[in-house]
């Protein structure tokens, strides 16, 4: 099975900042990769797939990057409603597998 | 607008079954894959079946294979998930996920309903 290794598992951060969150592969998946986010007792929310491709909808200050084994969901603008945890999930091999999460909370 | 809604949930002995529902609505449910998600407390996502847009083909995680059965019918809107011999470990949040592309699955997952709490405790 690849394993996906999400990093920090937590970060604190101000409204405004810039956020990274990376992910990383047990083994090349191309550009499997796709990134959620959620909040807690809510549905999860579909964001980016095939590692940078935006989901309709989703604000512009959300963005993918990365093929092989390393990629990043950046944030450009921390904004409020941006408090959750993402996930990123590969989907090179099927039924794909979930990182265990990156949860982003207010400084 | 997409919607899904799980029902189901609710506190189960070890041993027991379970029936989660999920009402689809908002799209052409007969032309999509369909999973089931879970999460346990403290934990992260973790996929647990598939079923194909037929209903012809259906997945499931090692963990669940051979204790539960997903189903759907179409002509309800409706994708299930039967669980039986439940385990302490199947204590999660189980969600319903719809997949992105039409036909085949995907696992690209981009509507989630807002989940159903499943309890296994005695």
């Known amino acids: 099975d690849i394993q996906m290794t999400q990093s920090p598992s937590s970060l604190s951060a101000s409204v405004g900042d810039r956020v990274t969150i990376t992910c990383r592969a047990s083994q090349n998946i191309s550009s499997f990769l796709n990134w959620y986010q959620h909040k807690s007792g809510k549905a999860p929310k579909f964001l980016i797939y095939a590692a940078f491709s935006l989901q309709s909808g989703v604000p512009s200050r959300f963005s993918g990057s990365g093929s092989g084994t390393d990629f990043t969901l950046t944030i450009s603008s921390l904004q409020p409603d941006d408090f959750a945890t993402y996930y990123c999930?590969?989907?090179?091999?099927?039924?794909?597998?979930f990182g265990r999460g990156t949860k982003v909370e207010i400084k | 607008e997409v919607q899904l809604l799980e029902s189901g949930g609710g506190l189960v002995q070890p041993g027991g079954s379970l029936r989660l529902s999920c009402a689809a609505s908002g799209f052409i449910f007969s032309s999509y894959a369909m999973s089931w998600v879970r999460q346990a407390p403290g934990k992260g996502l973790e996929w647990v079946s598939a079923?194909?847009?037929?209903?012809?083909?259906?997945y499931y995680a090692d963990s669940v294979k051979g204790r539960f059965t997903i189903s759907r019918d179409n002509s309800k809107n409706t994708l299930y998930l039967q669980m039986n011999s439940l385990r302490a470990e199947d204590t999660a949040v189980y969600y319903c996920?719809?997949?992105?592309?039409?036909?085949?699955?995907?696992?690209?997952?981009?509507?989630w309903g807002q989940g159903t709490l499943v309890t296994v405790s005695s």
């Open positions: 999930q590969q989907t090179y091999t099927n039924p794909g597998t």
């Open positions: 996920a719809k997949d992105r592309e039409r036909g085949y699955g995907d696992y690209v997952f981009d509507y």
């Open positions: 079923i194909s847009a037929s209903g012809g083909s259906t």
